[in-house]
């Protein structure tokens, strides 16, 4: 115990000490945009780290116990089987005098300095050209811009808060070997920036980040009926946090494809980034950009499981795009979602994606819940046909960008065990965190358990068949079925009678002080 309070309070110092460096080091610039050169540069140095330990650790068990890559020169290095190997394995290869230490060690007196990266940057990206790991390094530092006007008036300017961020990176203690614990901490730095940046973003940032532990509750549910699932995906992917908790908790990790979709083009680096920075090879993640609504990636494809949390309430096509009501997504239920809320579309276009003995766990805005007209005709495609299997309403306040309380769908299609739909009150479950709201572990606990065991509870969990649903007009939100517990304070009478005698004498005094100010005044 003693070590895992020691191993915690490292890693609240390390998370304190990122983020006040990159607090520090962006001067006028919004912390929201400048958070790609914070993370491009962790990830930059990891993938430096990354190559090195994996050459240098392939040499000394040839019998080399002394070679160091980081300090080859170039023409050594650039060896065509060697650089070829890595690619193949690694995903890309990075020169000696490119690496991330080397830049870092020479950034103060590099004159230079946006010309040098620029150069390393190009010359990673294109040593994935024409592989099959091309598409997932492309554009992965493209808003790492060195000639961003906001960073400095001249070049000189510009490159010395460049070298700052390089040097102070360097500088950070992230572990002296590159095994899993080195690697997870790369990762962990890499998420609580994310959170941190979303916290302080507001609604900007934080549509791009799930709270942790709601990614907890999706990934869990999913593996209820499935331990070992062999694909994943998450259709509006963001930053990638989703399946990356997936992949935290999975016992077969090394066996998950990882499929996403985002159409925010920074937010697709990041989640590439964040994939990489896991230690999720290449092989293993297919990550897309596109709509995925009107451009889907991995149309036909079918997953073992679905966890998301798309955009609420966002506009899309719908109606206005004729082709879209054939779309063999939608059409089954007959109508789209409206065009001011795709909210549903992204759900049909899920339920679509999953595997027969698949589940989805999809965070959605409460208002799919009730809504008439077009959603309520979608839900009752998708009650009518026993898709719905639990509806969990969660705590208010959860999330940097709304704080309503939102709720979880879970669907299966053939995986689903009965008729009824599970409907779970969790509002209650949290615990105040600053401004904030916080799911903690036994809560997460008692809302999985409920979920696997789909038994009744007073005041929190309610078994009912679908055929009840429909004659509440497809209502599924939690408030119509599971009952509020009434909780009446208790007062103690003679507490109260004690306050008011209390504040009957205080009266009294003041009264009698205003007069005596009066009588002095009248004098």
């Known amino acids: 115990m003693a070590e895992n309070t020691t191993a915690q309070a490292q890693r609240e110092e390390l998370q304190k000490t990122i983020w006040n460096i990159a607090d520090s080091l962006r001067g006028a610039i919004d912390g929201w945009e400048f958070k790609?050169?914070?993370?491009?540069?962790?990830?930059?140095?990891?993938?430096?780290?990354?190559?090195?330990?994996?050459?240098?650790?392939?040499q000394r068990e040839s019998g080399n116990p002394s070679f160091d890559f980081a300090k080859l020169s170039d023409e050594k290095a650039n060896d065509k089987s060697v650089k070829e190997q890595m690619v193949a394995e690694k995903g890309f290869y990075i020169l000696p005098s490119q690496l991330f230490i080397n830049v870092a060690n020479k950034a103060d007196e590099d004159e230079n300095l946006n010309e040098t990266l620029s150069r390393a940057f190009t010359a990673i990206e294109g040593s994935a050209k024409g592989t099959p790991s091309e598409y997932a390094i492309k554009g992965l530092f493209s808003d790492f811009s060195v000639n961003n006007s906001q960073l400095g008036n001249t070049v000189a300017s510009r490159n010395a808060l460049i070298a700052k961020v390089l040097t102070s990176i360097r500088d950070l203690d992230l572990g002296s070997s590159f095994d899993k614990n080195n690697i997870d901490v790369f990762g962990d730095a890499y998420e609580f920036l994310m959170k941190m940046y979303a916290s302080r973003a507001g609604k900007s940032g934080g549509e791009f980040f799930t709270p942790q532990e709601v990614s907890e509750i999706l990934a869990r549910i999913v593996m209820i009926d499935n331990k070992e699932p062999k694909t994943v995906y998450d259709p509006a992917c963001g930053s990638g946090s989703l399946l990356l908790k997936f992949s935290k908790l999975a016992p077969n990790r090394e066996d998950i494809k990882f499929y996403g979709q985002e159409i925010n083009p920074t937010t697709y680096n990041l989640c590439r980034i964040n994939m990489f920075l896991h230690d999720i090879n290449f092989a293993n993640f297919d990550i897309q950009l596109?709509?995925?609504?009107?451009?889907?990636?991995?149309?036909?494809?079918?997953?073992?499981?679905?966890?998301?949390?798309?955009?609420?309430?966002?506009?899309?096509?719908?109606?206005?795009?004729?082709?879209?009501?054939?779309?063999?997504?939608?059409?089954?239920?007959?109508?789209?979602?409206?065009?001011?809320?795709?909210?549903?579309?992204?759900?049909?276009?899920?339920?679509?994606?999953?595997?027969?003995?698949?589940?989805?766990?999809?965070?959605?805005?409460?208002?799919?819940?009730?809504?008439?007209?077009?959603?309520?005709?979608?839900?009752?495609?998708?009650?009518?046909?026993?898709?719905?299997?639990?509806?969990?309403?969660?705590?208010?306040?959860?999330?940097?960008?709304?704080?309503?309380?939102?709720?979880?769908?879970?669907?299966?299609?053939?995986?689903?065990?009965?008729?009824?739909?599970?409907?779970?009150?969790?509002?209650?479950?949290?615990?105040?965190?600053?401004?904030?709201?916080?799911?903690?572990?036994?809560?997460?606990?008692?809302?999985?358990?409920?979920?696997?065991?789909?038994?009744?509870?007073?005041?929190?969990?309610?078994?009912?068949?679908?055929?009840?649903?429909?004659?509440?007009?497809?209502?599924?939100?939690?408030?119509?079925?599971?009952?509020?517990?009434?909780?009446?304070?208790?007062?103690?009478?003679?507490?109260?009678?004690?306050?008011?005698?209390?504040?009957?004498?205080?009266?009294?005094?003041?009264?009698?002080?205003?007069?005596?100010?009066?009588?002095?005044?009248?004098i």
Not at 45 to 54: A, D, K, M, Q, T
């Open 36 to 58: 790609s050169y914070i993370l491009c540069t962790i990830f930059y140095r990891f993938i430096s780290e990354n190559l090195c330990s994996y050459i240098n650790k392939l």
């Open 290 to 522: 596109e709509d995925t609504l009107t451009h889907p990636q991995h149309l036909g494809m079918q997953f073992d499981g679905i966890v998301s949390n798309p955009p609420y309430s966002k506009p899309w096509a719908g109606a206005a795009n004729s082709i879209l009501i054939n779309d063999e997504r939608y059409s089954p239920a007959g109508i789209l979602a409206p065009k001011s809320k795709a909210d549903l579309a992204f759900t049909m276009h899920m339920l679509y994606h999953l595997a027969e003995s698949g589940t989805a766990a999809i965070v959605e805005f409460p208002g799919v819940l009730y809504r008439g007209g077009a959603e309520m005709k979608i839900r009752k495609y998708l009650v009518d046909n026993n898709y719905v299997d639990s509806i969990i309403q969660l705590p208010q306040n959860l999330f940097f960008s709304v704080s309503i309380a939102t709720c979880i769908i879970v669907l299966k299609k053939s995986a689903k065990k009965d008729n009824n739909i599970l409907f779970l009150d969790a509002s209650n479950l949290f615990k105040k965190e600053g401004n904030k709201n916080r799911m903690m572990p036994e809560h997460l606990d008692a809302v999985v358990n409920a979920i696997a065991e789909r038994k009744e509870s007073e005041f929190f969990t309610k078994l009912v068949p679908c055929d009840d649903v429909a004659k509440k007009d497809y209502n599924l939100s939690v408030s119509s079925y599971v009952e509020k517990e009434f909780s009446e304070e208790e007062i103690d009478i003679d507490q109260v009678n004690a306050d008011i005698n209390d504040l009957t004498e205080k009266v009294v005094k003041l009264n009698a002080d205003i007069n005596k100010i009066i009588a002095e005044l009248k």
